[in-house]
């Protein structure tokens, strides 16, 4: 199995860029495609981007293509550089990871974070 670690939520001002982290640790990282999700307040958890095990293969949601970057590094780490943030944004973004390939589904994924809140005000 892996453990996942989210980092680098926090408050921004709408317009403004913040960078999400997620560190993996257990089996071997590199097997592993990963994505991030959010779920805001009465909502339920929303796919927002997935990245292969490569990083050679992107894959994002309508409502944040353009604005946000998912990759991964060499080591254990995988980033969501996030920019133009929108109020609409607010929510908690967790990490998941999975042994299959590319999705856009909660049940596609195995392995989840914590969870890091981030708050877009107006």
């Known amino acids: 199995q892996v453990q996942l670690v989210e980092s680098g939520g926090g408050l921004v001002q709408a317009g403004g860029s913040l960078r999400l982290s997620c560190a993996a640790s257990?089996?071997?990282?590199?097997?592993?495609?990963m994505g991030w999700f959010r779920q805001a307040p009465g909502k339920e958890r929303a796919f927002v981007a997935a990245?292969?095990?490569?990083?050679?293969?992107t894959l994002y949601a309508p409502s944040v293509k353009g604005r946000f970057t998912i990759s991964r590094d060499n080591a254990n780490n995988m980033y969501l550089q996030m920019n133009s943030l929108k109020p609409e944004d607010t929510a908690r973004y967790y990490c998941?990871?999975?042994?299959?390939?590319?999705?856009?589904?909660?049940?596609?994924?195995?392995?989840w974070g914590q969870g890091t809140q981030v708050t877009v005000s107006s």
């Open positions: 998941a990871a999975a042994e299959g390939s590319l999705g856009t589904s909660v049940t596609d994924y195995k392995y």
């Open positions: 257990g089996r071997t990282f590199s097997r592993y495609i």
């Open positions: 990245i292969s095990r490569s990083g050679g293969s």
